[in-house]
């Protein structure tokens, strides 16, 4: 199958910094790349979709300016938490769509701990 | 309401022994995918195999086979010869193609463990 790499994988930071993990498809254009975010023993929460070159859409409930995503080109989506508190310690991973696909492919995850 | 249930949060099976994971959902959508994707204690997630609403057949792929019915909205995954690598935990997880962005809707989640 298609290949998506993210990283890091794992990222600890201090409250009120910011955190960029990148999530790349590396043998396929990804046409629509989704971010999801999944707390311990829970399923994955779709947090928002972003399209190549145009705004993220975000679920209800996701705050837009503390989860900044970028989608520039058709390989490369990035999701950036701002101001980074305790409670957004989570896993957040990534999956990518690209037209010739029927499944989405995810990549390993980003276990992010604010401290 | 809750598009995709998986009513069993913990599952067990004996090594070499076939298991049933149940996952039911609920669309108004004709046109739909169910998912089924693996996720160990990595965290990565390992798509399994997908059933299309339109598909005649039953997917399989390999040890895996998806009982779909559609009449009763269910999409059971079905795992022969059970190995200690299927520990993990399973999800199930449909696509509506209709809300033009693909994003898929997960279940809870099953916990699989499978004992020698």
């Known amino acids: 199958g298609a290949v998506v790499s993210q990283h890091p994988s794992r990222v600890i930071c201090k409250s009120g910094t910011s955190v960029k993990i990148e999530c790349r498809s590396l043998d396929f254009q990804a046409t629509t790349m989704f971010w999801y975010r999944q707390f311990p023993k829970q399923s994955l929460m779709l947090m928002a979709t972003s399209n190549e070159g145009s705004k993220a859409t975000y679920e209800q409930g996701v705050e837009k300016d503390k989860f900044l995503i970028n989608h520039a080109s058709l390989t490369l989506s990035t999701l950036t938490v701002t101001s980074a508190h305790p409670e957004d310690s989570s896993f957040y991973i990534c999956s990518a769509i690209g037209t010739a696909n029927t499944e989405a492919f995810f990549g390993q995850g980003t276990r992010l701990t604010v401290v | 309401a809750q598009k995709i249930t998986q009513t069993q949060p913990g599952m067990f099976v004996q090594e070499k022994e076939a298991v049933t994971l149940d996952c039911t959902y609920d669309?108004?959508?004709?046109?739909?995918?169910l998912f089924w994707y693996k996720q160990p204690s990595s965290g990565e997630m390992i798509f399994l195999i997908y059933q299309g609403s339109y598909d005649q057949q039953n997917a399989t792929e390999g040890r895996y086979s998806l009982n779909f019915q559609k009449a009763r909205k269910s999409a059971n995954l079905v795992i022969s010869a059970s190995q200690l690598g299927d520990s993990a935990m399973y999800f199930c997880?449909?696509?509506?193609?209709?809300?033009?962005?693909?994003?898929?809707?997960f279940g809870t989640g099953t916990r699989l463990l499978v004992s020698p």
């Open positions: 669309t108004s959508d004709p046109s739909y995918g």
């Open positions: 997880a449909m696509r509506e193609v209709n809300t033009g962005f693909q994003k898929l809707v």
